[in-house]
């Protein structure tokens, strides 16, 4: 059986295309996985790493990559059922490279997570994956965040998802929309409503409003999937977490919440630590950073977390602190009942006043960046996958079946040769 670089190369010689050095050199390291037999294989080659030299794939160089994956027996179900993964963030993969990507999609049934985050494939490239989803059975995560989708995709989105019920997760961040009228939250909101699968969604950037999260706080009443609700860096207030407050009542199934980069203030920050503290227990984790809150909301937050044993995670820098701010949050470190590593916060003293220093964690500190060093999976920087994990337990455990049955098979044709029954 010839090898992922090998055909890569073989590939290349016959279309006269120019070797990747990069693309190469990452084959040969999944070459080198395979042989060891390790499953859940994912195939990174993210454009944006600063600790090897790094030569973009275009939309032609992803060409050549989809035939390769396409006719490896490791990434096509009809030969061995390894669940795997695609990361090609931050290339200059096109919308024809996403039309390839989609195509290979279309008949893939192992590929279970895809990462296009910041290739600039817009909205043609995004109705191709959205045509994809409606044929596609067996992917779980797309991530198309940063990759200048407009209108008419995103709401291609919301429309498919009403009927496709494999995909656990979606990034939609920072589309290119235009007007006023906050129509994508309907659509999305309408798909709520309707879809049972979905565990998270993120709707970063999205010029989202108190009427936008209105629309989706109504669905919220009615979904009970969702887990991991993303609306950082929009522009919602204090009065759409009148909506939030009130719906988070009787949702008891989101556990991650991130809010960071809006507007709510104190006033915000009260409505969400009355329901923590009095009705839900569902929430996990609550991001309000950078939010313009002050001290009085600070710390009634600080005060849900006494009454509130689910909430384990809250990250508050960015805000404006005051010396009671500071009390409240180093009290809560000190006595164990906020964990060094699930906030962005820690106290130390002078001239006898308690004060905060950032610390470099959060729901997900990684998206856009890796460190230099240590792990970039790590989940103090990442709590967000790490609370709310959106692969299929019951599906890794049918594919562990399968092999046993098959090797079980290899065993019993092996035996028969043996006995010349062959």
């Known amino acids: 059986m010839s090898s992922l670089q090998e055909d890569y190369y073989n590939l290349c010689m016959e279309k006269s295309r120019k070797i990747n050095s990069f693309v190469w050199h990452l084959l040969q390291e999944v070459d080198e996985k395979i042989e060891k037999g390790l499953e859940g294989i994912t195939l990174n080659i993210a454009g944006n790493s600063h600790l090897m030299p790094v030569e973009r794939m275009t939309g032609e160089d992803f060409w050549i990559l989809s035939r390769i ?32 990507a989609a195509r290979l999609l279309q008949k893939n049934t192992t590929l279970k997570y895809l990462r296009m985050t910041g290739n600039k494939i817009e909205n043609e490239g995004g109705m191709f994956f959205a045509a994809m989803l409606q044929i596609n059975s067996s992917l779980e995560k797309l991530d198309l965040g940063d990759c200048d989708l407009e209108m008419q995709s995103v709401i291609a989105f919301a429309t498919v998802l009403t009927q496709n019920q494999t995909i656990q997760a979606i990034n939609l961040n920072r589309p290119i929309l235009y007007g006023e009228q906050e129509e994508s939250t309907v659509h999305l909101g309408h798909m709520l409503k309707e879809n049972h699968c979905l565990v998270a969604l993120h709707l970063c950037k999205h010029n989202m409003k108190n009427c936008g999260i209105k629309q989706l706080c109504d669905a919220l009443y009615l979904n009970r999937s969702l887990r991991y609700l993303d609306i950082s860096c929009n522009k919602i207030t204090r009065d759409g977490m009148v909506y939030l407050a009130d719906v988070l009542k009787s949702n008891t199934t989101l556990e991650v919440i991130d809010l960071s980069f809006n507007r709510i203030e104190n006033a915000g920050a009260k409505y969400l630590s009355e329901t923590l503290a009095s009705h839900n227990r569902s929430v996990k984790a609550l991001s309000v950073v950078s939010n313009n809150i002050e001290g009085e909301g600070l710390v009634a937050l600080s005060q849900s977390m006494k009454t509130n044993p689910t909430l384990s995670n809250v990250y508050i820098w960015g805000n404006k602190f005051d010396e009671a701010t500071c009390v409240a949050y180093s009290d809560l470190i000190q006595m164990g009942r906020l964990k060094p590593d699930n906030t962005d916060v820690e106290s130390f003293v002078v001239d006898g006043h308690v004060c905060l220093a950032e610390v470099s964690n959060g729901l997900k500190k990684h998206y856009y960046w890796r460190p230099t060093y240590g792990e970039a999976c790590s989940q103090s920087s990442n709590a967000g996958s790490s609370l709310v994990p959106t692969y299929n ?29 062959f």
């Open 69 to 100: 994956l396409k006719k490896n027996p490791y990434i096509n179900a009809s030969i061995y059922p390894f669940s795997s993964g695609l990361d090609v963030r931050y290339n200059l993969i096109s919308d024809v490279g996403a039309y390839y």
């Open 393 to 421: 337990m019951n599906l890794f455990i049918h594919t562990k079946k399968r092999m046993l049955h098959l090797d079980d098979l290899l065993v019993k044709q092996s035996m028969k040769r043996r006995h010349g029954q």
